[in-house]
Structures are given as structure tokens and as C-alpha cells.
């Protein structure tokens, strides 16, 4: 997996990737209303820009299943 520094690319609004804050992994996307941060479904939580160093892209999923 190939983690992007925020500071260097965001990814694209709306679409689901991997973030890290403070060392933690979460599922999230970045949200460009009101908010401007990202946004984790899982606890509905929208995290400042700042707060999140990196992020990846989704893996694909198995062939087999």
C-alpha cells in the first residue's frame, strides 16, 4: 500500500479511501461542504483537514469470493 502525505495530494471528494489520524487507521472520505475535512461513517465523525497525515486508496477485493 502506497500512503499519500495530505500535505503533498488530497484525494477526491466523496470517494471512500483509508486515512491515518494519530497513528490509527479509518475508513472515511473527504467532504468539501461546511465542514471541509473528512468524514468516518462508521462513528459519524468529521475530522479537520489537519487531522488526518495520509491516506491510501481501498484495496480491490479478492477475486475468489
Not at 472515511?28 to 479537520?48: A, H, K, Q, R, V
Request: proline content about 11%.
Amino acid at each position: 500500500m502506497n500512503w499519500i502525505k495530505c500535505s503533498d495530494e488530497l484525494p477526491a471528494p466523496i470517494k471512500t479511501v483509508l486515512i491515518v489520524i494519530s497513528g490509527q487507521v479509518f475508513c472515511g472520505y473527504l467532504s468539501m461542504d461546511e465542514e471541509n475535512g473528512f468524514y468516518i461513517p462508521s462513528g459519524d465523525i468529521y475530522m479537520d483537514l489537519n487531522a488526518v497525515s495520509h491516506w491510501t486508496p481501498l484495496p480491490r477485493p479478492p477475486e475468489d469470493f
